[in-house]
């Protein structure tokens, strides 16, 4: 089936996939999508800007790896000796992504959040890539619709939104748009399946289903916080033994990274500026431009 290549990911022929993933900029979702779909036995082309970049990577990888086998095949250190020298077979790198794009069947685009950047590469990859290659974004806050008016394919075009940690996290929303055909969106959902996720589908509305909820709602405790109700700590530890949440809001703004959050509110404070659930935060501002951007900082 598909090649694939991610951040772009390119899958050729949907069930046994080759993988072509290209990273402008190293994104840990990027990494973590990459190294599942060569577990799941799809042949994979990491792409990126430099053969550094690629070392690294691949390095990261294999590392990845090995902490899943230790746990995976705890009492069964050959097969996890096996199961990574099988995944790593999957893989080979390139830092040309139009060179490896004419052969597949699915890129799976996975770079830096920015419409412009996003669009300027898949109107390039689009002009290169097979009729029948469908394109996917992985964004979490951009809408589907405008990627795809970049190229000549609308209706080979959607959405597949991983969630961190790849490797643990089963979900994958796949983001059917109005153009989008049938046949499209059932080969992402088939495509998601194989890789061993669950999908759900969901309209090219801004945060699709997790990030439309989860965001706000991550916002709605900074503003509770600004205003002196109570105090981030406590908040955290409310939303956990009175909600059940395994992780804070501060905490999860944390480990989501408060740029990443700021950009998805000003993308969607931008298409509905009258909206009070994607109102700014100025703290949250304050802490990006002092280069606070979470993981302890």
Not at 77 to 88: D, R
């Amino acid at each position: 089936y598909p090649l694939i290549l991610f951040c772009l990911i390119l899958v050729s022929r949907l069930p046994q996939h080759k993988l072509v993933q290209l990273f402008y900029d190293l994104d840990i979702k990027s990494f973590f999508n990459f190294q599942v779909a060569a577990a799941s036995g799809h042949a994979v082309v990491l792409v990126d800007q430099s053969e550094e970049i690629l070392k690294k990577s691949t390095k990261g990888i294999e590392e990845s790896l090995k902490r899943v086998t230790k746990k995976k095949f705890a009492d069964k250190p050959e097969a996890g000796t096996e199961f990574i020298e099988k995944t790593l077979k999957n893989l080979t790198t390139s830092t040309d992504a139009v060179a490896v794009v004419h052969s597949t069947d699915l890129v799976i685009e996975a770079i830096v959040e920015n419409q412009e950047i996003k669009s300027e590469l898949f109107k390039t990859l689009d002009k290169f890539a097979p009729e029948h290659t469908i394109f996917a974004s992985n964004t979490s806050s951009l809408h589907i619709t405008q990627l795809a008016n970049s190229t000549t394919r609308q209706d080979r075009f959607g959405g597949l939104h991983f969630f961190n940690p790849v490797p643990m996290m089963k979900l994958v929303e796949v983001i059917k748009t109005p153009m989008t055909s049938q046949k499209t969106f059932e080969s992402l959902v088939d495509f998601s399946k194989a890789v061993g996720k669950s999908p759900v589908s969901c309209k090219d509305t801004p945060g699709f289903i997790v990030n439309r909820l989860l965001v706000p709602y991550m916002l709605e405790a900074v503003r509770l916080f600004e205003r002196g109700d109570a105090s981030k700590e406590d908040i955290d530890v409310a939303m956990k033994l009175g909600a059940g949440y395994p992780m804070g809001p501060f905490e999860l703004l944390d480990y989501v990274g408060l740029d990443t959050s700021k950009y998805i509110i000003d993308g969607w404070h931008s298409l509905e500026p009258n909206n009070p659930l994607f109102a700014p935060s100025p703290l949250l501002n304050k802490l990006v431009e002092e280069k606070k951007l979470g993981a302890g900082q």
